[in-house]
C-alpha cells in the first residue's frame, strides 16, 4: 500500500472517492470537483492505497499528521484518518481494517499516543 502520485493515480482515486462519497451521498458533486484532486488530496497528508494482485485499485485512506493544515479533530498528540474508501464491490474482505492497521503502524512509530478517526 502506497502512493506514487501518477496521473494514472491521481484519477484512480478522484474515482474512487467520488463512486464512494458522491454516488455514496455523503458529497456533493461541486465539493469533490475541488476536494478529490491530487493537490488537494497530498496536502491533507499521506495517501495510502490499497491494490489487488492485479494492481487494481481497491481503496484508500489519508494519514493526517497533528502538525497538517487539513487535522479537522485530531489533538496535537494525535494522528488523524480521513477520506477512508473502498469500493463497494470490494468491501467485506478486510481491506478498510488494512488500511487503518497501516494507519496505526505509522501513529505509532511516529510516537503519537492516539488516533481518530474525521468523517461526516
Known amino acids: 500500500m ?9 484519477l484512480e482515486t478522484k474515482s474512487l472517492l467520488t463512486r464512494v462519497f458522491v454516488d455514496g451521498g455523503f458529497a456533493d458533486w461541486s465539493d ?4 478529490f484532486v491530487s493537490a488537494a488530496l497530498q ?17 484508500m485512506i489519508i494519514f493526517v499528521r497533528p502538525t497538517s493544515s487539513a487535522r479537522q ?3 496535537m498528540n494525535e494522528a ?5 474508501a473502498v469500493y463497494p464491490e470490494a468491501r467485506n474482505q478486510g ?14 512509530s511516529s510516537g ?6 474525521s468523517t461526516q
Do not use: F
Open 32 to 35: 469533490a470537483e475541488t476536494m
Open 80 to 84: 488523524e484518518i480521513q477520506l477512508l
Open 73 to 75: 479533530v485530531a489533538d
Open 95 to 108: 481491506i478498510a481494517s488494512q488500511l487503518i492497521l497501516v494507519c496505526e503502524q505509522r501513529a505509532i
Open 43 to 59: 496536502d491533507r497528508g499521506e495517501m495510502i492505497l490499497a491494490r489487488s494482485v492485479e494492481s487494481k485499485l481497491l481503496g
Open 2 to 10: 502506497n502512493y506514487c502520485g501518477s496521473s494514472d493515480e491521481d
Open 112 to 117: 503519537y499516543s492516539k488516533m481518530v478517526l
